[in-house]
């Protein structure tokens, strides 16, 4: 039997990868992004487009109001400026959307629990630096176990490259000819992607780190 499988879809990297990973697999996907304030708002656009060039349904929900409730980071707040640089433990924090994953993971629970979907996969994964906490394989087991409790009818949570390096996942997409120059990493979100901040450093490395040619048009170098 084919499984239906919602992805939580940010148009980047990761999660275009798993988008394009698991329909190889022959899953039947279906795909949710959420506008949640985030400056780097362009990174929808990118999941729109990347969608429709693959024929997979993607809902965008509208929830602004998140932002009301997550006050002091760079991601969702204006006032805040993005960090340049590596990531380090304080600057990760200041881009740290609390808990976001277990807020994306229970949406898209909902969605597919009424829509008669089997499973939900997300693209967390390991990190070079401190992981954020909510993309460590613990967490996405209890959170498989939760989605298995949560209604009569059970939803498995797949976090297939949690013990993946982004370089791995560049090597798999590069393997499943991902459009990574369609692909938004930025979060600072501009015209292109701007080079300095920590997402796009890490997504650099990954690049250089797996040998494959990188697309990106970068502000800087
Ligand atoms: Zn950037």
């Not at 906490?133 to 298995?148: L, S, Y």
């Not at 390096?165 to 501009?190: H, M, Q």
């Not at 997402?199 to 250089?208: G, I, N, P, S, V």
């Amino acid at each position: 039997m084919t499984t239906r499988t919602v992805v939580i879809f940010s148009g980047g990297l990761d999660s275009t990868t798993l988008l394009y990973d698991l329909k190889s697999a022959g899953h039947e996907v279906a795909a949710l992004a959420v506008n949640y304030g985030q400056r780097h708002g362009c990174e929808l656009l990118s999941a729109k487009a990347i969608c429709q060039s693959i024929n997979v349904e993607l809902i965008t929900l509208e929830l602004k109001g998140l932002a009301q409730i997550f006050g002091h980071n760079s991601l969702s707040n204006a006032n805040v400026t993005v960090p340049t640089g590596t990531y380090e433990p304080d600057s990760m924090q200041q881009t740290t959307v609390p808990n976001r994953n277990m807020i994306l993971l229970s949406l898209a629970t909902g969605w597919a629990i009424s829509h008669d979907y089997q499973a939900v996969a997300f693209g967390a994964h390991s990190g070079e630096y401190t992981p954020y906490p909510d993309c460590r394989p613990e967490f996405a087991a209890v959170m498989d176990d939760a989605a298995q409790l949560c209604d009569w009818q059970a939803v498995r949570i797949l976090a297939p490259f949690v013990n993946w390096s982004k370089a791995d996942i560049v090597r798999r997409g590069s393997e499943l000819n991902v459009p990574f120059e369609e692909t938004w990493s930025c979060y600072v979100g501009g015209e292109k992607h701007c080079g300095r901040c920590g997402t796009c450093l890490d997504r650099k490395l990954a690049f250089e780190t797996s040998g494959i040619k990188d697309p990106t048009v970068y502000e800087s170098e």
